[in-house]
């Protein structure tokens, strides 16, 4: 058999790994194995490797170098940042405010706070998936101890109105952390001027390895450690560092927030002609998220009268990766959870389709995606008798 052709647009999952990075780790994996933690000459050199990587995360976010941590990835910044400081503020208060649209690193974390005897508020969205800063400023009790508003949703694509809310925690004297996994490298970032606190990001998401993020804490901000051991991260966060790792996110991060405008205009020129082409194509779609507001390469659209499910394993056939909201996907019973705190009815939230763009496409994806989706929900419309039912009174 040929090498089929692929076509990547699931890019919100995870993105391959760029040249330059893969070039940049790569001695890390081998002569350059020292433990940063010795102090013979090799692992000076790694020691001046994660420091130097630590200063291209600090850059890219306005942060100064002192307040970057490495970690093992989005979760565990997310895991950190909610449980330290939860636990750090325990005497002051035990209310938590998130939204109902965090990602699970978020949410079920929040959750597993709750049965330890914390308070939880999920805060609602509208249609767009938007959270409300009169909503979050209304939230805000005597016992409130956290914030946690992730910066752009990763199903729907929805960018929240991060400097407000952080604004608003500010003036609480809340601690504002924000899941930035999404937004790195598509937004700018400056921890300062938007009053944020903390801030989860993860490599993978940005074409640098997959295992390897960090936790942007504020200078003097109390929180408790999550990973216990070592005295690495300056006595945070234990655990001999992900030396290639760290290295390849330093690379990563600095490739991603190099020109933002510039990758944006690109991904953001395909990302229209595929949903203008879909729109034009089928009929009886609903585009989830918010029409201006929302990342350059996302596209979340939902089909009526389709599974998403049946919908993914016809285009992995014609080799087209790509997501879904519906429930069979996720394992779970209940479809997205974004989907549904957006108030889309659960039939239609079943036939939704999630496309995320990225440096791997091109026009020709693009049109070949075109080409090939219409018919496909096209065949399975006419499998569905809900669409006959429609069709035919
Ligand atoms: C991917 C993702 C995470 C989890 O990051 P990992 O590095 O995979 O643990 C957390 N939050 C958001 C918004 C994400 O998209």
Do not use: W
């Given at each position: 058999m040929a090498d089929k052709r692929i076509i990547y647009m699931d890019h919100s999952a995870t993105t391959c790994v760029r040249k330059e990075v893969l070039e940049a780790m790569a001695p890390y994996h081998a002569e350059r194995f020292g433990n940063p933690s010795s102090i013979y000459s090799i692992a000076r050199e790694s020691k001046k490797a994660v420091e130097a990587a630590r200063g291209q995360v600090a850059k890219a976010l306005g942060a100064d170098?002192?307040?970057i941590y490495f970690t093992s990835g989005g979760s565990e910044s997310d895991n950190w940042a909610i449980k330290g400081v939860a636990l750090a503020n325990r005497q002051k208060g035990n209310h938590i405010i998130t939204t109902?649209?965090?990602h699970h690193a978020v949410l079920h974390t929040c959750q597993y706070l709750e049965k330890e005897g914390f308070r939880v508020t999920y805060l609602p969205v509208d249609r767009y998936g938007l959270v409300s800063p009169a909503d979050l400023e209304?939230?805000?009790t005597d016992t409130?101890?956290?914030?946690?508003?992730?910066?752009a949703n990763n199903e729907i694509g929805t960018i929240e109105p991060i400097a407000e809310l952080g604004a608003i925690a500010k003036k609480h004297k809340v601690p504002f952390h924000t899941d930035a996994v999404q937004a790195i490298g598509n937004i700018p970032i400056d921890v300062k001027a938007q009053d944020i606190d903390l801030l989860s990001l993860s490599a993978h998401?940005?074409?640098g390895p997959k295992g390897v993020g960090a936790l942007y804490i504020?200078?003097?901000l109390k929180v408790h450690n999550l990973i216990h051991g070592g005295g690495q991260e300056r006595r945070r966060r234990a655990g001999t560092e992900n030396l290639a790792g760290i290295v390849g996110l330093g690379k990563a991060i600095e490739l991603a927030t190099a020109d933002i405008e510039g990758h944006n205009q690109t991904i953001r020129a395909l990302r229209d002609r595929l949903l203008k082409g879909i729109q034009a194509r089928i009929s009886d779609t609903h585009l989830n998220g918010h029409p201006e507001k929302r990342l350059p390469g996302n596209i979340n659209i939902s089909f009526e009268f389709i599974e998403g499910e049946s919908l993914l394993l016809w285009l992995d056939d014609e080799g087209i990766c790509a997501s879904t909201g519906s429930a069979c996907s996720s394992g779970s019973l209940e479809p997205s959870h974004v989907l549904m705190a957006t108030g889309l009815p659960v039939e239609i939230s079943?036939?939704?389709l999630r496309l995320t763009l990225g440096d791997a496409n091109t026009v020709a994806d693009v049109d070949f995606v075109l080409g090939v989706l219409p018919g496909i929900v096209a065949k399975l419309r006419e499998m569905s008798p809900l669409y006959k039912g429609k069709k035919g009174g």
């Open positions: 170098p002192d307040e109902k649209i965090e209304k939230a805000i409130t101890i956290l914030i946690s508003v992730m910066y998401k940005f074409y504020r200078k003097g079943h036939g939704s």
